[in-house]
């Protein structure tokens, strides 16, 4: 994105200070908001940058901490005890050093002048305009227009599972509760910018704490009952089958860790930037290491290798409740609560992307030539990942493949890449072989990846069927 000098007095939509004000706020010369494009609609209304680190650790935490977090003792059963630990140790490493990475990329940028908003511009300006344009930009509007559609589909499912339990014999389809899910995504998706959004987000921090807290104590408690099922930790399947259901697990967590919305998040911090982001970050990963692996570990101790997509289905067992039906209830109504927030937040670029080819800079933001364009366009966007959401329940496999896919080069290859070419570090050091070798170890990941999802689409194939009630 280009930076302009402009003296004229800004408007109070279009700015938060001028220039001149501004410059006492910032330091070597990093750009405050009012100097980025006054013509630019998606950064003026949608990724205002106005918001403090801790604001960031918010929507870090929701855009990372999600429900997903529940199928990680699958992730485990797939590996072992020993691969499992160590793949969520070196997952939760390598994305905290990336995502560290691509800050100092976007403040270095910020300090000299050019303060970079969105992925494929940071794409643009590092890597070439074909990046941006062909690789980045695709690849990261997949990501989020495919969690649209899973989280919708999510919803549903979570909902079904709580009217299944107030009534057994109900005739209610999961295409009615995707529908449903659609509509609370829809009205959600009403928030007009991405700052707009801290309060809900400190509300989904919360929410996730609550419901990982669940689904850990109800796991341990199932464990330790006399009802417990039996388990056993041997890894599933002959040699092909564990070699594909570790590109599988590696697939799983990969998704689980990913973010791909990282410069969104950072652009709706207040200049200055610096070290803003990396306080965020210590927040978010703080509620990651506390969620993730007390999760992880309690399901696949509890249920073994017989441990389901998600570890909340093991609480149930041919109909029969192992923990009390209340407390179901209650973990799958957080859940689905924090589920909205998450998809409201992957959002964000592809609203930011529509109201910068739709919406009026130059007019207010909340006027009738700004707001009905931003209501039908959203409303389009939403209504078409609930319509594919309840048309393909089986999505889960499709998601593996979209992880494999966009979460791994994005959250694992590309911040390596980004920061060797900014900052050229010597080829000598520690940290261009960390870097390199990150790059091309994750590089290998992202193919075999992709193989085995597509290998599990094929396998299910014969199972899938429009707007089945699975």
């Known amino acids: 994105m280009e930076v302009i000098t402009n003296n004229s007095t800004a408007t109070e939509n279009e700015v938060v200070n001028c220039r001149d004000e501004d410059q006492s706020n910032t330091s070597a010369g990093e750009t405050s908001y009012a100097d980025q494009k006054l013509d630019d609609a998606g950064a003026l209304f949608v990724l205002t940058s106005e918001g403090s680190w801790l604001h960031c650790g918010y929507h870090l935490t929701t855009s990372i901490v999600a429900p997903a977090l529940l199928s990680l003792p699958l992730a485990l059963s797939l590996l072992g005890w020993a691969g499992g630990i160590l793949a969520l140790l070196v997952a939760a490493a390598v994305t905290f050093y990336s995502y560290v990475l ?242 409201i937040v992957y959002l964000q670029p592809i609203h930011e992307a529509l109201e910068g080819r739709f919406a009026d800079p130059k007019k207010n933001k909340y006027s009738a030539r700004n707001v009905i364009p931003r209501i039908v366009f959203r409303s389009l966007v939403v209504a078409t990942g609930t319509t594919i959401g309840a048309m393909l329940p089986f999505f889960g496999d499709m998601i593996a493949l979209v992880g494999a896919f966009g979460f791994l080069p994005l959250d694992f290859v590309v911040p390596a890449v980004m920061y060797s070419i900014t900052f050229r570090p010597s080829t000598k050091g520690f940290v261009f072989w960390t870097n390199t070798t990150i790059a091309t170890v994750f590089s290998v990941f992202t193919v075999l990846g992709c193989t085995a999802a597509v290998r599990q689409i094929a396998l299910d194939a014969k199972a899938y069927k429009l707007f089945a009630n699975v």
Not at 204 to 211: E, H, I, P
Not at 294 to 305: C, K, L, Q, R
């Open 102 to 343: 691509l800050s100092l990329v976007l403040e270095h940028h910020a300090q000299v002048g050019r303060r970079l908003l969105r992925f494929r511009d940071m794409a643009h300006h590092v890597l070439g305009p074909g990046w941006g344009r062909y690789y980045i930009a695709p690849l990261q509007f997949s990501l989020c227009f495919a969690s649209v559609i899973a989280g919708t589909l999510l919803a549903g499912q979570s909902m079904k599972a709580i009217y299944l339990l107030e009534k057994p014999e109900g005739t209610m389809k999961l295409y009615e509760f995707v529908a449903i899910s659609g509509v609370i995504t829809l009205i959600l998706a009403q928030f007009p910018s991405f700052h707009s959004l801290r309060h809900l987000n400190l509300i989904s921090l919360m929410l996730c704490l609550t419901y990982s807290a669940c689904a850990t104590v109800g796991s341990i408690y199932i464990g330790h009952s006399s009802r417990a099922p039996q388990r056993h930790y041997s890894v599933p399947g002959d040699g092909r089958d564990k070699l594909f259901g570790t590109f599988s697990a590696i697939s799983i967590i990969a998704t689980t860790y990913g973010n791909g919305i990282i410069p969104e998040i950072q652009a709706t911090i207040a200049p200055p930037v610096k070290g803003k982001m990396f306080k965020g970050l210590c927040l978010c990963y703080a509620v990651v290491v506390s969620t993730f692996f007390t999760v992880a570990i309690s399901g696949y101790w509890a249920f073994g290798n017989q441990v389901q997509s998600n570890v909340l289905f093991n609480f149930t067992t041919n109909g029969h409740m192992l923990i009390p039906k209340w407390f179901i209830t209650m973990t799958n109504a957080f859940t689905i609560v924090q589920i909205f927030a998450v998809t």
